[in-house]
């Protein structure tokens, strides 16, 4: 049984930041990509960032290019996202998900987690 669990978010001002984290329980076999998603009310689920966790290639949509970066911790089986200079707009929950490419694609998702930038 997989479950992926992601907690730090919350409320900042403009240019603040936020550290996420997603602990990952039980084994994924599907896949080694991981990664971060995120939506906001009224808006499709976009991914914001991946990391192939064999490899540790990371990826990332140009909205956050510069301002957050995906990590992992084998030895603590989570993920992290650190997101810097926030903006109004990058509110939104934020997912932990399992799997590449679009949010069709995912094998699992964690529960969210809330991010709200206030200007």
């Known amino acids: 049984q997989v479950q992926l669990v992601e907690s730090g978010g919350g409320s900042v001002q403009a240019g603040g930041s936020l550290r996420l984290s997603c602990a990952v329980h039980g084994y994924i076999r599907k896949t080694t990509c991981m990664g971060w998603f995120r939506q906001a009310p009224g808006k499709e689920r976009e991914r914001v960032a991946r990391i192939d966790t064999s490899t540790g290639d990371k990826a990332y949509a140009d909205f956050v290019k510069g301002r957050f970066t995906i990590s992992q911790d084998n030895a603590k089986n989570s993920l992290y996202i650190q997101m810097n200079s926030l903006k109004p707009e990058d509110t939104a929950m934020y997912y932990c998900?399992?799997?590449?490419?679009?949010?069709?694609?995912?094998?699992?998702w964690g529960q969210g987690t809330q991010v709200t930038v206030s200007s």
């Open positions: 998900a399992a799997g590449c490419g679009r949010a069709a694609d995912i094998f699992y």
